[in-house]
């Protein structure tokens, strides 16, 4: 009964690398329950809130490889999935989730969605294709309402401002 603390993840104020994440961790008894799902999804939403590309620090570990690759491919299949998004470049991509251009194109490639012609990326994907992978990725897990986000990012030049009087 009440709350536990299920796991955290820990954010650095100003990344120069432009990580959204630092390290995530579940407790054992939390485990393949959804929640290191929410606290990607919950790092993803605190980068739009900021509006800047984020990607997790590197190196991922097998698992954070795993899981971040179900969180970015659950993301973008689910906008190429809209048929209004017909004609959508990795950029756009970037801009609608956040992520950084480089996790798209691996994502991409790993699901096989993606053709390198003429010096340029073009994404390959039936409707088919992308409900395969859509059910392969499984559900996104416990849901992070951005509405909820009560939270105000990092302005550097703002601190010193008020620091300095």
């Known amino acids: 009964?009440?709350?536990?603390?299920?796991?955290?993840?820990?954010?650095?104020?100003?990344?120069?690398?432009?990580?959204?994440l630092a390290c995530i961790l579940t407790l054992p008894p939390y485990q393949?329950?959804?929640?290191?799902?929410?606290?990607?999804?919950?790092?993803y939403e605190l980068s739009k809130i900021e509006g800047k590309v984020?990607?997790?620090e590197r190196p991922l570990?097998?698992?954070?490889?795993?899981?971040?690759?179900g969180y970015w491919t659950r993301e973008l299949l689910r906008i190429l999935k809209d048929e209004s998004k017909q004609f959508v470049s990795i950029k756009d991509l970037s801009e609608l989730t956040m992520i950084k251009t480089e996790d798209i194109i691996s994502t991409l490639q790993h699901l096989g969605l993606l053709a390198y012609?003429?010096?340029a990326y073009v994404i390959c994907a039936s409707p088919e294709?992308?409900?395969?992978h859509l059910k392969a990725a499984g559900g996104p897990g416990r849901i992070c309402d951005p509405t909820a986000i009560?939270?105000?990012?990092?302005?550097?030049?703002r601190e010193f401002r008020d620091f300095r009087g």
């Open 54 to 56: 984020g990607t997790p």
């Open 129 to 132: 294709l992308i409900d395969k």
């Open 32 to 43: 393949r329950k959804g929640y290191g799902k929410l606290l990607i999804s919950f790092s």
């Open 117 to 119: 012609t003429k010096g």
């Open 1 to 20: 009964r009440g709350y536990h603390i299920v796991g955290y993840f820990s954010k650095e104020k100003c990344s120069e690398e432009g990580y959204n």
């Open 150 to 157: 009560v939270w105000s990012p990092y302005h550097p030049e």
């Open 61 to 69: 570990s097998d698992l954070g490889l795993v899981s971040y690759r």
